[in-house]
């Protein structure tokens, strides 16, 4: 039951609020499936031939999502990592010190909190979380959506963390402009070889917590070739969402990307 | 787990095809999914059961034909069968190497009643 309109909503399911508004409002599920066998008179199988993708709904909307923002010269960033490895540190850090020079938005994908929207309001920059409940990635019906409340305005720069998971987030377009897969150098330098599928499906790869490098064993040298071995158009980023180091020259790809007005 | 993302969407549309149909049942359904497209066929298969339940659908069999992972070299221009993501050319070893096909995610079709 959702307690904000009182609907039937199974546990799980998906809102999506703008944070500062307390409308909501939230997709159901596939539908009623419920229906009675009712005795056929005859057995004849039949059988139609589809050829069709699975992953095709999702794919048509991300297209549609991509057009929109395309068309208003919109970058968009799909950022995915492990839980922890950094992304709202990341955006956080980057949305105070570029937004005096461009317009951001935010999307937060989190399974069941708000706590990174909320992080991420004090920034002043727009925000919509997006609760999956139990599902463990975005999807581009719920960009759709949180697109809608947003209403960005052209040549602006929308950010969107995805739910902390390196596995189910790789197959789902969202009509990003790129991909920006995130690891922290506590997590191992061998974490492509781990998550191969996120890693070639990446355009960007940003390794965070490089102030911690004295303290852990990570390679770095080593890291970026087991990322390049599944991926050799990846582009690499060191940065420390804490000291600042090399955010420089993510802040300077940023601004060579996003489109002039 | 995103392979119940994939069962409800292979559910739902089969049945939406099958209903156009008039089906009374669904009685199998043959995917295409190709060896590096990321799924775990036994989840798939569990998850795929739950979603049948009290629809069209319940207890059809779900066929999954796995489709070979080809590779080829963005160097030597040939073409060749890899196990990973991380296959290197057998001719020169480098690492550009394209997938160009097992990434296959297929409804190929099914039968109703
Ligand atoms: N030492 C260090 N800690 C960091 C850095 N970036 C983030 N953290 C910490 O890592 C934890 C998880 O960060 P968070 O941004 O919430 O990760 P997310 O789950 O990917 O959004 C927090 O305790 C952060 O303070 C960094 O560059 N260095
Ligand atoms: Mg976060
Ligand atoms: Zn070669």
Known sequence: ?261 | MHEMTIAMNVVDAVIKRAQENHALYVTSIELEIGELAGILNDSLLFCFDSVCKNTIAESCKLNIHSVPAIGKCHHCEITFTVESLFAFCPDCSQFQVLIVSGKELKIKSFNYE
Request: proline residues 4%; negative net charge.
């Open chain 1, 1 to 261: 039951m959702c307690d904000t309109c009182g609907c039937n909503q199974p546990d799980g399911a998906v809102t999506i609020t703008k944070i500062g508004e307390k409308n909501h409002d939230h997709s159901h599920g596939i539908g009623d499936k419920t229906h009675t066998h009712q005795s056929p008179a005859s057995h004849h199988v039949h059988t139609v031939t589809m050829e069709e993708d699975i992953l095709l709904k999702n794919n048509l909307t991300a297209e549609r999502n991509r057009g929109y923002l395309e068309a208003k010269n919109i970058l968009t960033l799909n950022l995915v990592s492990s839980p922890g490895s950094g992304k709202t540190s990341i955006l956080e850090r980057t949305l105070k010190d570029l937004k005096s020079e461009m317009e951001f938005y935010v999307i937060e994908g989190d399974q069941q909190t708000s706590r990174d929207a909320e992080r991420i309001d004090t920034t002043g920059v727009p925000v919509v979380q997006v609760n999956t409940g139990t599902g463990c990635h975005l999807d581009s019906t719920m960009i759709r959506t949180a697109i809608g409340k947003l209403n960005p305005n052209d040549h602006s720069v929308l950010l969107i963390e995805n739910v902390g998971n390196l596995v189910c987030p790789a197959l789902f377009d969202l009509g990003e402009t790129l991909k920006v897969v995130i690891i922290s150098t506590t997590e191992g330098d061998d974490k492509p070889l781990k998550y191969p599928t996120m890693f070639s499906a990446a355009d960007i790869c940003i390794i965070n917590k490089t102030d911690l490098l004295p303290y852990v064993e990570f390679d770095m040298g080593l890291c970026q070739k087991n990322a390049l071995k599944v991926n050799h158009h990846l582009e690499f980023f060191q940065i420390s969402a804490t000291n600042g180091n090399g955010l420089e020259k993510w802040y300077d790809w940023i601004r060579s990307q996003v489109p002039v007005g």
